[in-house]
């Protein structure tokens, strides 16, 4: 029997397992002066364009997709000008810090965290007196509005998962033929949801969560939860997709993942899925509901056949 709204919860708790010790992988990041996105293996994980101060960590364990050597990267923008005295471009006084911890989920509460990594943004002295000693640190892209850094890091998990490693390098695709794809893809989650389909909903974004809970050791409880929290948003009557409009392509996962993105400098949509509805909460809040979707192309397949995996 296929995927359905009725059964994705029976068939994502079937696929995942549990081992004598779960590690769960997660970033803690800080950071003066600047915005970014933060990448897990060419995955975006975390996004922070409203210049936050994040207290909470990063989970990064849906971007591992097995044991072994594991990339992160963080893409840099000066702060918003109201924070960065004016100015465009990179004070020298640019902070940006990255740590990695892994800890067992099964034993959460516990004394088992342990500090993967430390990661601080690269600084360089120069003098600023006639002694040699008489020298200041600065941030390397002092005067720049860009930049870019990447390091590693050893992961060990008990499980693995194919995720998008099988798929074909989309970037040497005729990208004139691969974007008409990729916006049918859009424009089909956009009909499945104007048309509340839940069983193509869920078909769609299958294999992207089933991945995501078995690399979190999640229960059925947590699934069920999470499925509900995903597809009741489409009942409510509030719920009104936004223009699909202004966006453009980008590639991650080293060239085998593909998405649509929005061209804006609002903080709020910028560097968002293309695809995004708006709706009322219980309380009259507005909120948004972007539609995250990385699509890839299994090897040897036609176009016909691109799909989400994340």
């Given at each position: ?134 020298t200041k640190e600065e941030f390397v892209a ?169």
């Amino acid at each position: 029997m296929g995927i359905t709204a009725n059964n994705i919860v029976a068939k994502t708790v079937q696929q995942v397992q549990h081992y004598p010790k779960e590690p769960i992988y997660y970033l803690y990041v800080a950071n003066s002066l600047c915005v970014y996105e933060i990448l897990v293996n060419d995955l975006p994980v975390h996004q922070n364009y409203k210049y936050e101060q994040l207290a909470t960590p990063i989970y990064i364990n849906r971007a591992i997709l097995k044991s072994g050597r594991q990339k992160i990267t963080y893409r840099l923008y000066p702060a918003p000008k109201e924070f960065n005295g004016g100015s465009d471009v990179f004070d020298s006084d640019t902070q940006f810090d990255v740590t990695v911890y892994q800890q067992d989920f099964k034993r959460p509460d516990a004394d088992t965290e342990v500090l993967v990594k430390e990661e601080k943004l690269p600084i360089k002295k120069i003098q600023v007196g006639d002694k040699e000693s008489q020298t200041k640190e600065e941030f390397v892209a002092k005067g720049q509005k860009y930049y870019e850094y990447s390091f590693y890091f050893d992961a060990e998990v008990p499980y693995e998962n194919e995720g998008w490693s099988n798929g074909e390098d989309l970037r040497k695709i005729d990208q004139d033929l691969l974007k008409q794809w990729v916006v049918k893809f859009y424009n089909l989650r956009k009909k499945t949801v104007e048309e509340n389909n839940k069983d193509a909903l869920a078909r769609q974004v299958f294999e992207g969560l089933k991945e995501q809970f078995v690399s979190e050791y999640q229960e059925r409880d947590y699934i069920k939860d999470a499925w509900n929290e995903f597809i009741t948003k489409y009942d409510n009557p509030t719920y009104q997709l936004q223009p699909f409009e202004n966006y453009k392509m980008e590639f991650f996962g080293d060239g085998r993942l593909v998405c649509l993105r929005q061209i804006s400098n609002d903080a709020r949509y910028r560097e968002k899925s293309a695809l995004f509805g708006k709706y009322k909460d219980e309380n009259g809040n507005t909120r948004a509901d972007f539609h995250r979707l990385y699509l890839y192309l299994p090897k040897g397949e036609g176009l016909e056949y691109i799909q989400m995996i994340r």
